[in-house]
Protein backbone atom coordinates (compact mmCIF):
# COMPACT_ATOMS: atom_id res chain seq x y z
CA UNK A 1 0.00 0.00 0.00
CA UNK A 2 1.30 3.51 -0.67
CA UNK A 3 0.19 6.48 0.60
CA UNK A 4 0.87 10.23 -0.24
CA UNK A 5 2.21 12.88 1.88
CA UNK A 6 2.70 16.49 1.73
CA UNK A 7 5.56 17.43 4.12
CA UNK A 8 8.19 20.95 4.99
CA UNK A 9 10.72 21.45 2.59
CA UNK A 10 13.53 21.39 5.01
CA UNK A 11 15.34 19.07 6.60
CA UNK A 12 12.63 17.71 9.00
CA UNK A 13 10.33 16.78 6.87
CA UNK A 14 7.58 17.21 8.99
CA UNK A 15 3.96 15.85 7.18
CA UNK A 16 1.65 18.73 6.43
CA UNK A 17 -1.13 16.32 4.63
CA UNK A 18 -1.91 12.70 4.24
CA UNK A 19 -3.26 11.06 1.30
CA UNK A 20 -4.47 7.71 0.25
CA UNK A 21 -3.87 8.47 -4.01
CA UNK A 22 -2.22 11.03 -6.22
CA UNK A 23 -6.02 12.07 -7.00
CA UNK A 24 -6.88 12.75 -3.60
CA UNK A 25 -3.76 14.82 -2.57
CA UNK A 26 -4.19 16.62 -5.80
CA UNK A 27 -7.82 17.65 -4.31
CA UNK A 28 -6.39 18.29 -0.81
CA UNK A 29 -3.29 20.58 -2.14
CA UNK A 30 -5.37 22.32 -5.34
CA UNK A 31 -3.16 20.95 -8.23
CA UNK A 32 -3.78 18.60 -10.63
CA UNK A 33 -2.89 15.21 -10.70
CA UNK A 34 -0.14 15.09 -13.09
CA UNK A 35 1.70 17.95 -10.97
CA UNK A 36 1.71 15.64 -8.42
CA UNK A 37 2.87 13.01 -9.76
CA UNK A 38 5.85 15.21 -11.32
CA UNK A 39 6.26 16.51 -7.87
CA UNK A 40 6.98 13.02 -6.34
CA UNK A 41 9.14 11.59 -9.06
CA UNK A 42 11.45 14.98 -9.19
CA UNK A 43 11.36 15.81 -5.51
CA UNK A 44 10.20 19.15 -6.66
CA UNK A 45 8.42 21.79 -4.28
CA UNK A 46 4.97 22.71 -4.98
CA UNK A 47 4.93 25.79 -6.06
CA UNK A 48 0.79 25.93 -6.34
CA UNK A 49 -2.20 25.58 -3.75
CA UNK A 50 -2.59 26.22 0.03
CA UNK A 51 0.59 23.68 0.57
CA UNK A 52 3.12 25.84 -1.35
CA UNK A 53 6.62 25.65 -0.12
CA UNK A 54 6.00 21.85 0.55
CA UNK A 55 7.16 18.64 -0.94
CA UNK A 56 5.19 15.75 -1.80
CA UNK A 57 6.33 12.14 -1.47
CA UNK A 58 4.81 8.54 -1.76
CA UNK A 59 5.52 6.25 1.42
CA UNK A 60 5.59 2.68 1.36
CA UNK A 61 3.16 1.37 4.31
CA UNK A 62 2.93 -2.54 4.94
CA UNK A 63 -0.84 -3.31 5.26
CA UNK A 64 0.12 -6.10 7.67
CA UNK A 65 1.11 -3.72 10.29
Not at 8 to 13: H, I, L
Not at 23 to 30: F, R
Request: with cysteine.
Amino acid sequence: MQLYMAVTADKYELPCSIADSGAEMAKIVGITRSAVLHSVKRGRIVRAGWLKGCKIVRVAVDADE
